[in-house]
């Protein structure tokens, strides 16, 4: 290879670079189903600027173990990752940390709201 070639590759590339925001709210839907136990389908994002980064604000249900089993076995409910408060906190810096990972975009915070429960048997957060 000559040093022309290898000078060619390094050098900036002129235009834009733009993420959609369709494309930034399938990754964070992504990344809310995976870090509350739910489907990505069930799963609703919102952006908003805040002082030039994006904030995103979330609605989504959360598993959670069946109540007789719950009642059965306290226990299960450390063993699902806690209580809805403690994995919905623990959720948000997950979700900051895995799109700002996979998308590259700053963000500001994540608000998430819990619109549901659904009972599940074996219910775990990854």
Known sequence: MSGHAGAARTAPMSGHTRISTQALSSVAKAAAAEALGVAPHDVRADWSDDDGLLALSLVAPITVPPLAT????????????????????????????????????????????????????GARVH
């Open 70 to 121: 719950v009642l059965r076995d306290a226990g299960r409910v450390a063993g699902s990752g806690g209580s809805i408060w403690d994995r919905a906190v623990a959720a948000k810096a997950e979700i900051l940390d895995r799109v700002t990972q996979l998308s590259g975009a700053r963000l500001s915070r994540v608000d998430i709201r819990i619109g549901g429960a659904s009972m599940k048997e």
